[in-house]
């Protein structure tokens, strides 16, 4: 196969689920060993779309509005891969590759970067922390 110039976009195609599950991967690797050490048992998803249940608890008006989400107990809550209750599901990162590449299309950033943000904005909430918090582990991933 021929190389084509990094500005000739027509044989490519939108990343598929897999391609956003590897950036996703790769951007959790990043992060300081000690942040994914306490990330043990959360399970990292990625899905073409929020479901309905979703988009209606979340409050959104479209299928587009929800970039990424967090759901289980997070480690403030006294929740974690140890204290998981019979029958409870594991803490879960959703990540949502429509909504994701929609975004990315609009604004002028890596898609690598938009899902890493998304990915530790997400996992801050199994910490509990604030935007300041994750903004500096973001920081640490990228150096």
């Known amino acids: 196969m021929t190389e084509t110039p990094e500005s000739d976009w ?3 195609r939108a990343p598929d689920l897999a391609a956003i599950e590897a950036l996703a991967e790769a951007a959790f690797a990043r992060l300081p060993e000690a942040f994914r050490a306490l990330c043990e048992g959360v399970v990292i998803r990625v899905d073409e779309f ?3 249940e979703t988009l209606e ?3 959104c008006e479209s299928e587009f509005d929800l970039l990424g989400l967090f759901r289980g107990t997070g480690l403030a809550q006294g929740g974690g891969a140890l204290n998981l209750a019979s029958g409870q599901f594991p803490n879960m ?3 949502y590759r429509r909504p994701l590449l ?3 299309a609009e ?3 890596t898609l690598g970067h938009l899902v890493a943000h998304v990915l530790v904005h997400e996992i801050g ?3 509990g922390l604030s935007d300041d918090d ?3 582990i973001e920081a640490a991933a990228e150096e």
């Open 125 to 127: 909430h199994h910490f």
């Open 107 to 109: 604004h002028d950033e």
């Open 134 to 136: 994750m903004s500096a």
């Open 93 to 95: 990162v959703w990540l």
């Open 10 to 12: 027509s044989p490519r």
């Open 102 to 104: 929609d975004y990315w």
């Open 50 to 52: 929020p479901d309905d």
């Open 57 to 59: 608890e979340m409050g």
